[in-house]
């Protein structure tokens, strides 16, 4: 019999399904291997679909997308209910992502930079979103949009991880191998995350000389050398902080990495082990002789830190935490 498959979503671009879809011919593959049961994005499923199944029924459930309506939450809950092992799939759902970095402002402001502020728009009453419309007699209850945009594990119990934004088609592929021995045979331990078990800097082609830095650069302020390291030449590169798996796409076209895998082994704040990174890098042998102005203007060349540093992993931060509980 055939195994049984479900893709759910949060809030989304829709670049994990994509993903999948970039399997190519092997999509056949995996519709040879098993039986999909709900897929909105690809074909035309209705959430009642996934709401009749029985508990458990689905072998694999993947969760992609952050969760930030209440929508999404009951999609979280449900997927999770109904799947004998629940993975989140992309950083979205495994870190909170992107969308994740609303929680560095709040609803209300959100609200009005998208339907007040920005000088495209013309609302002069601020009309926002609404959680209920009524037509006469008829009641529609739309979703609410949540304060916090939350990583999949925040909300439901997950058993396993497959980072990436999108996840390289490399390590979707290795879905494969979770198939078969669903069907008869040891599945890794939960938790298990299908990616490397080292940083990026491991799989990096380029070299390091262990240089330290004078200055840091936005990557249009400089051609790089192609064959040393992006962050000895300035160029802000998240691979000391970013698990390694993806084949370090970026760096193979000299842009550097932005950290979408996510933490690697045994760190648990993406964002502060990068910063210790760059401090160790940052002119690290005159630092008895760096003035104060100078680290000043080192800081000051690293432009939206918060965004830069915790572009994916925001809600999972020991940083968000702090944040959630200081107001
Ligand atoms: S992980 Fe990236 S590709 Fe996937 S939904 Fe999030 S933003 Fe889109
Ligand atoms: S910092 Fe970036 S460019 Fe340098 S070795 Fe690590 S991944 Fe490669
Ligand atoms: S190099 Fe970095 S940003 Fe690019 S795919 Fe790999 S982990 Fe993601």
Redesign the pocket.
């Known amino acids: 019999m055939k195994l049984k498959l479900a893709v759910g979503l949060g809030s989304t671009c829709s670049g994990c399904d994509i993903a999948i879809l970039d399997l190519a011919e092997k999509v056949l593959d995996l519709v040879e291997a098993a039986e999909i049961v709900f897929w909105p994005t690809a074909m035309d499923f209705k959430l009642k679909e996934l709401e009749g199944l029985e508990d458990g029924e689905i072998d694999l459930g993947l969760y992609h997308g952050t969760v930030r309506t209440s929508q999404q939450e009951h999609m979280a809950h449900l997927l999770r209910e109904k799947s004998k092992a629940l993975m989140a799939f992309g950083s979205c759902a495994c870190f909170g992502g992107i969308p994740g970095l609303c929680n560095l402002t709040s609803k209300e402001e959100i609200f009005r930079a998208a339907y007040k502020d920005t000088p495209s728009t013309v609302n002069p009453d601020f009309i926002t979103p609404q959680t209920e419309v009524r037509v006469g007699d008829f009641v529609l209850t739309l979703p609410e949009l949540h304060q916090d945009g939350k990583a999949l594990p925040l909300v439901v119990d997950v058993d396993y991880f497959l980072p990436g934004c999108p996840p390289a088609v490399e390590l979707i592929e290795k879905l494969f191998p979770y198939l078969s021995l669903m069907q008869g045979g040891e599945l890794p331990p939960k938790g298990t995350v299908i990616a490397s078990d080292k ?10 000389e262990n240089k330290s830095i004078s200055r840091m650069v936005r990557v249009h302020e400089l051609i790089p050398d192609p064959k ?6 300035g ?1 802000l ?4 902080a ?1 698990r390694g798996g993806c084949g ?1 796409s970026c ?1 193979k076209v000299l842009m ?2 932005r950290g979408c895998m996510g933490p690697p082994p045994g760190v648990k704040d993406q964002g502060a082990r990068m910063i210790a ?1 760059i401090a160790s890098i940052l002119a690290v042998s005159d630092e008895k002789e760096l003035p104060e102005e100078e680290v000043v203007r080192l800081v000051n060349g690293i432009k939206d830190p918060a965004g830069t540093f915790y572009r994916f992993t925001l809600p999972v931060a020991l940083l968000n935490k702090k944040m959630r509980e200081d107001k």
């Open positions: 940083t990026l800097c491991d799989e990096c082609p380029l070299n390091r040393i390291c992006l962050l000895e030449q160029i590169c998240m691979g000391p970013t370090a760096i550097p990495c990174a």
